[in-house]
């Protein structure tokens, strides 16, 4: 509890203005109480206006209090440094390394809670409650812990940056806007916040669509990946069903030729083994005979010849040797033959028709491709949000209006120096790449303009980094009297309704780049047909001073 009363005395003796313990307090008339350093910085601001209020009531007064140190004030606050000022509250957590400590506590900081876009000062939770209690502060804009509120103030003028320079794109203070920003395009930081809010709602809208887009595009590529998948594997299996069926076709081919040729050859032996034993029968029998006539023949006795010689059986009748004829050595010769005429014809078969299947198979594609555009409408369907990229910009170069115009200025613009800067040609690329179908439009003003498309890799210095003088950049010449298409330094000249506004269509996968005269109706003025291998970026060249081009916001 008596923790609790030292946090209570430290509040309420407590500056209202530095937030900080007082320091030669003074009391106004009021009754209020404040650092005399504070209070009288507060009201040296309020001298014009000759009237002088209380940061915390907000009562008014008329001439300027005389002020003067409140010494019993001073002792108590003295007192209170005494009796347990270093004291931090047990429940708070200290800062660390990568905390955003509180500006107020003094000794070991605690970790800051909120931090103050006015006071650029953050806070811990009890340093914080004033923000709650006084109304000086409730309007006061609090925000997440940061480590950047110094950025919010002028290194020039050590003042608040609260004005935002449209001219430069840069948040100034009230002193610079008398200064070097003197007759700019100024508006304050909250109306240019309002305004940038504005523009990222719309892109968000833009990104969120084309996220639900995308969804929808990966979610229809998911389900033909899907179908190519179960087209291909019945494909597969209808085929291997096929062959199958082919293998077993030939194999009962196989299989009746081996058995018909068998069946033929088992007949024929037999037939031909039949007759080779008549004959062998025949041939015995034969043999047999001429041994009984040779036995005969041999016969001494006359009488006994005569008698036995009746006795001999007559021959049988003899095979006729005529109708046995063999064939040439050939046989089934005229089977292989006849297989080899059926295998020449398959083959020949397979081969006409195996390039039709090949063909077939190699035709299948998901990615059909679509129509391209042919009216304003469906061109805007593709039409992409671009700003050119100060890094990128010639120092002869302004570039304004949220970075979509550039102007060809006499004066050099004072840019950081970045690799990534053109300083042979007055040109300028986008920031965004450029992928897919993107359509956008150019205004241009002046006598010569390039409404250009490059590679991210093109030279940034030397003659051969120009728009259209290279092998990475694509360039459209357009002045008040003609056009003229330039690509690796070569010209050619494009007739054409002359118009201020340049339309540019791009696909990239097509690899098409389209340009049109727009004005009431849209004119084709060229159109490339190549590969494109990398991302390209929109770029702008200039050739007068006063010239100007603006990526338009089309819709």
Not at 225 to 240: L, M
Not at 262 to 277: N, T
Not at 378 to 401: M, R, V
Request: proline letters at 3%; one cysteine or more; aromatic letters at 8%.
């Amino acid at each position: 509890m008596a923790q609790k009363g030292v946090q209570l005395d430290r509040e309420t003796f407590s500056c209202s203005i530095c937030l900080d313990l007082l320091k030669d307090p003074v009391t106004v008339p009021c009754g209020h109480s404040y650092c005399m350093n504070c209070i009288q910085t507060h009201w040296d601001k309020e001298d014009e206006k000759r009237v002088y209020s209380c940061p915390q009531c907000r009562q008014t007064f008329t001439p300027r209090p005389v002020l003067l140190k409140n010494t019993m004030l001073a002792d108590l606050v003295e007192e209170l440094k005494k009796t347990g000022l270093q004291a931090a509250p047990a429940d708070h957590c200290y800062a660390g390394a990568e905390d955003v400590a509180c500006d107020v506590c003094t000794g070991r900081k605690l970790k800051a809670c909120k931090s103050c876009l006015q006071c650029l000062i953050s806070y811990c939770e009890k340093d914080l409650q004033l923000h709650y209690d006084s109304p000086a502060f409730k309007k006061h804009k609090l925000v997440e812990p940061s480590k950047k509120l110094q950025e919010n103030v002028c290194s020039r003028h050590d003042e608040v940056m609260k004005i935002f320079c449209r001219t430069d794109q840069q948040s100034i203070c009230y002193l610079c806007l008398m200064d070097e920003h003197k007759g700019h395009d100024t508006v304050s930081a909250a109306a240019e916040r309002t305004e940038r809010q504005r523009e990222l709602g719309v892109s968000r809208q833009n990104i969120q669509q084309r996220i639900q887009d995308r969804e929808k595009d990966v979610k229809l590529l998911q389900q033909q990946v899907e179908a190519v998948n179960r087209s291909a594997d019945k494909a597969v299996e209808d085929s291997e069903k096929i062959f199958t069926q082919l293998i077993r076709l030939m194999e009962e081919r196989r299989s009746d030729v081996k058995q018909q040729v068998r069946s033929q050859q088992e007949a024929e032996v037999s037939r031909v083994r039949e007759l080779q034993e008549k004959l062998e029968q025949e041939n015995t029998e034969l043999k047999r005979r001429d041994a009984d006539l040779e036995e005969l023949s041999l016969t001494e006795d006359h009488n006994q010849f005569l008698h036995d010689y009746p006795s001999l059986s007559p021959l049988r009748e003899s095979t006729d040797s005529s109708s046995i004829k063999i064939r040439p050595l050939r046989y089934f010769e005229a089977v292989t033959a006849a297989v080899s005429e059926v295998r020449d014809k398959l083959q020949d078969v397979l081969r006409e028709t195996w390039t039709n299947i090949s063909q077939t198979v190699t035709e299948v594609d998901v990615l059909l491709p679509q129509p391209q555009p042919k009216t304003r409408a469906e061109f805007l369907q593709y039409s992409c949000d671009i700003t050119l990229d100060p890094n990128t910009a010639n120092t002869l170069l302004l570039l304004s209006d949220g970075n979509r115009k550039a102007t060809f200025m006499s004066k050099g613009q004072s840019y950081s120096s970045h690799p990534d800067r053109f300083t042979g040609w007055w040109q300028v690329l986008s920031r965004e790449s450029l992928t897919g179908r993107c359509y956008w439009e150019v205004e241009r003003r002046g006598r010569g303009v390039h409404v250009a498309v490059a590679y991210k890799n093109i030279s940034r210095a030397g003659d051969e980094c120009g728009f259209g003088y290279n092998d990475k950049s694509w360039a459209l010449y357009c002045d008040n009297n003609s056009y003229n298409f330039m690509y690796n330094n070569v010209h050619t000249p494009v007739s054409g309704p002359l118009s201020s506004r340049v339309g540019v269509y791009l696909d990239h996968r097509a690899g098409i780049l389209s340009f049109y005269s727009i004005s009431k109706t849209m004119t084709l003025l060229h159109r490339v047909q190549t590969t494109f291998t990398q991302p390209l970026y929109a770029g702008l060249r200039f050739c007068n001073y006063g010239d100007t081009a603006e990526l338009c916001k089309v819709k």
